[in-house]
């Protein structure tokens, strides 16, 4: 009896994975990968639409949007999750890939609640990440030392950043972390800390900094007054189809767009009032 019972559960284990296999040779199961930023949202809407989708898989990876740019064009994923547009990453064709915007993501400072300071101006901030200035006393602050934190290189956060406060400066070598949400622990828990990340990773562990009176907000973001922010791309490598693009269109759906995308931090694509183009014009 235990040889058939053996057998048996060897055959149905076989065909199962059989099944599998014939999921993925059906392109039942796509992966994509990059943007931390855009992550939350991606996996989010990845566990919705399975349920909705039983037998079908979306694997969502984190690693930088360098990272989605690259193996998207590399064709090692169906989708690269990128904060910056392809045009602006070295090595990367922009021209094999196709951009889908699935959301737009505010990008602020954050410093420790302990540091005193909860407004800068561009130059204070400029000054602060490349090192001229060292001391919170020195913007209105406590007498303590600033801690710089950045995101690491590849990071699409960190691109944005630094082209809308450095201005072509090179920041201060700091300490460097991949997450977001390892970054807002830090500055959390580091006296005299300071970083950036996404709107969506604020919480009250951190202090958000506005810039020059204006506060690091949806609205803020939605008419541009805020400089801060990115677009999120969903890239595919040539025009998305089968899953991949039954994937991308879910996310662009009104059942995410119109909750999800919003619950998480995000913008909808469809409330911004204006368009930038990959150089940071705006356009009608």
Request: aromatic share 8%; with cysteine; net charge negative.
């Amino acid at each position: 009896m235990r040889k058939h019972f053996t057998r048996f559960t060897l055959l149905g284990l076989l065909v199962v994975l059989a099944g599998c296999a014939s999921w993925i040779d059906r392109g039942e199961s796509i992966t994509a990968v990059g943007s931390s930023a855009l992550q939350p949202l991606a996996e989010t809407a990845a566990e919705s639409f399975q349920t909705n989708n039983p037998g079908r898989f979306v694997n969502v990876q984190g690693g930088g949007s360098g990272t989605g740019l690259s193996q998207v064009q590399a064709g090692a994923v169906e989708i690269g999750n990128s904060d910056v547009f392809a045009e602006e990453k070295n090595g990367v064709d922009a021209d094999a890939l196709v951009s889908h915007k699935v959301a737009t993501v505010g990008i602020t400072p954050i410093v420790n609640n302990h540091v005193g300071v909860t407004d800068l101006s561009i130059e204070e901030l400029r000054n602060i990440f490349t090192g001229k200035i060292t001391n919170w006393k020195e913007v209105g602050g406590k007498d303590q030392k600033i801690v710089l934190l950045n995101r690491a290189n590849g990071s699409g956060t960190r691109n944005t950043f630094e082209r809308w406060v450095l201005n072509g400066e090179k920041a201060k070598q700091s300490q460097e972390q991949d997450s977001s949400g390892m970054v807002r622990q830090i500055v959390a828990d580091t006296p005299g800390a300071i970083s950036y990340i996404s709107f969506s990773y604020v919480t009250e562990d951190v202090t958000p900094v506005s810039i020059e009176g204006v506060a690091p907000t949806d609205e803020n973001v939605m008419t541009n007054d805020w400089v801060i922010w990115s677009y999120e791309h969903m890239y595919t490598k040539g025009e998305a189809t089968g899953l991949t693009k039954e994937f991308i269109d879910y996310v662009l759906s009104d059942e995410i767009q119109d909750s999800v995308v919003s619950q998480l931090g995000y913008i909808p694509i469809s409330k911004m009032k204006v368009q930038r183009d990959w150089q940071g014009n705006i356009i009608d």
